[in-house]
């Protein structure tokens, strides 16, 4: 009873928020109001002060065009929390954006999503960054887990579903039965290196130097791994052996190739994954399907690839850039029926045999 009257305490005078801490973006869903911020995961810092000049959006529109005393820096690599101090500012900020729309008296419960297979230390830094911030109470929830939820699969049911998550540092390959994760790999191959593999190619073959937002404008505009007649767009950038401004016309073949080692990386990833699955939760796979979630699952004909590859039907998700913050969402609304699929506190992990 004093259980559900502190619940009651906390709902009225506290929010709860979920947080998909993204590598490229990352987004901030609010109880009762749904998904609230989507911005780059981006800091802008002046190093003479040391203060944040912009956050998000507008310090990713500084990315490249900044003076020498301010620096555009992604506090996020693969993932995982490369800078400790500016991912606290970025996440206080997302927190107080959210909470302007409903302020509380007391600090908000929080639930983040990090990559499958993090290690303790990563998950005390997104605990620490996000208590640092104001958060009162902090969950950790795997990434695919997530997304399974926000896409509504029935993660708890005795029944096998698998999910790929292709953020903008990682990719993850999942398969949850029974509220937990039965097989994951984690692959450091997802947006941003198919933004690096563009960059290289173009290098390579037109030798022609463009920077990281030109090579993702591209991926968004004509990414497609497999043939399509009516892509393609004009890329400017500089002339390695003149120096000089140039503009080239890039087809869709041009980026299908630049990208393929890396989709060939995404795919055989997935084969290792259902080859080690047990027999009863694959036949449950083959029969639903596998479930294709986060930026990367935009890019044309990749669901068609791994359909035609792995010779199992692949979907992608409704709306799959919200998947696991709409999945955070859920869990916060639903606490005691997702409380298995959260990660456990080091004070709660049995002890060691």
Known sequence: MLDNLKKRIYKQFSNDIGIDLGTANTLVYLAGKGIVVNEPSVVALNQKTGRVVAVGA????MLGRTPPHIVAVRPLVDGVISDFEVTEEMIAYLIKRAEELSPKMLGPRVVVGVPSGVTNVEIRAVRDAAKSAGAREVHIVEEPMAGAIGIRLPVNDPVGSMVIDIGGGTTDIAVISLGGIVRSKNLR?????????????IRGEFKILIGEKTAEAVKMAIGAVVPNEHLETPVKGRDLITGLPREVILTDADIREAMSSSVEAIVEGTKEVLETTPPEI???VMQKGIHLFGGGALIIGLDELLREYLKIPVRIADDPLTAVARGAGVILENMDMYKEVLIQKEDELPPKK
Do not use: C, M, P, T
Request: proline share 0%; net charge negative; aromatic share 4%.
């Open 189 to 201: 191959i997802a947006g941003d290196k198919l933004n690096a593999d563009i960059v290289s190619y």
């Open 58 to 61: 507008q310090a990713r529109e």
């Open 282 to 284: 694959l036949a449950d």
